[in-house]
């Protein structure tokens, strides 16, 4: 299929396939139960995570696409329970293709797949899991424990959202062509209660301000949101760096901001 549809992987569109059937299975059963649930995938490329999901029991797969010749190939893939969508995952709103309830599966394209996270994070309420692969760097940075080097924004806003676990690394080995780094699949579980539009817009405003600057201290780094007088609020020590908070702090910072 590669070959007749000269799909060979674009650097420029974060291209690596992963056409390893039993590794794809293994990454679909990471999602849980899949029966009754409609699925989006993100960029299938040649549909090796595709096969597998038209394998399980999902009630329907929805695969977009934002490389013409991969749309092409994926039109030889049997059509029932399959919905190709050519364009950009970053200009969709995936909540309105597919109903509820609905999952994300999905090998993310490494060069969008934190602006992607952040935007379904925004959304987090509308998705029953997100099971997706990143880079290894950038999957560590997600289920990072507070006081650690990998600890970020990215840490803060997807575990005050979700429950996020660090199930599978790969090997550059398992992609054809095989990147420079290992990759992993993470899987994120929506809380059951999400905060509103404005307390979520806090958070994002925060955890950029804090982290922007980490090596300061916050009564440096938050000048902009109030500083010292926002943290004292809180009960939280003016000369701590945003490292060390802990999310439920974050949140604490976030409901005062909101």
Aim: net charge positive; hydrophobic share 50%.
């Amino acid at each position: 299929m590669i070959k007749r549809h000269g799909l060979d992987a674009r650097r420029k569109l974060g291209q690596h396939f992963l056409l390893d059937l039993n590794l794809t299975a293994n990454i679909v059963r990471q999602a849980g139960p899949l029966a009754g649930r409609n699925v989006v995938e993100v960029g299938p490329g040649p549909g090796g995570l595709t096969r597998a999901l038209l394998d399980s029991e999902a009630a329907h797969v929805t695969v977009i696409e934002i490389d013409e010749r991969a749309v092409g190939a994926l039109q030889e893939l049997p059509p029932q329970r399959l919905t190709i969508v050519a364009g950009d995952a970053l200009k969709r709103n995936l909540t309105e293709l597919v109903a509820a309830p609905r999952q994300i599966i999905a090998n993310l394209p490494y060069n969008v797949a934190s602006p992607l996270l952040i935007g379904w994070l925004r959304q987090a309420a509308a998705w029953e899991r997100l099971t997706l692969m990143f880079q290894l760097e950038v999957a560590e940075r997600i289920c990072a424990a507070p006081d650690t080097e990998a600890y970020g924004r990215l840490s803060v806003l997807a575990q005050w959202l979700c429950r996020a676990e660090l199930r599978l690394r790969i090997p550059p080995s398992a992609f054809i062509p095989p990147p420079k780094v290992f990759s992993a699949v993470v899987v994120l579980t929506p809380h059951a209660v999400q905060p509103e539009a404005g307390l979520f817009a806090a958070m994002e405003r925060l955890t950029a301000a804090a982290f922007g600057q980490r090596r300061k201290m916050l009564r440096g780094s938050l000048r902009g949101l109030g500083g010292e007088a926002l943290l004292a609020k809180v009960g939280i020590a003016p000369e701590r760096r945003a490292e060390t908070l802990s999310v439920a702090e974050f949140e604490a910072l976030a409901l005062q901001l909101s």
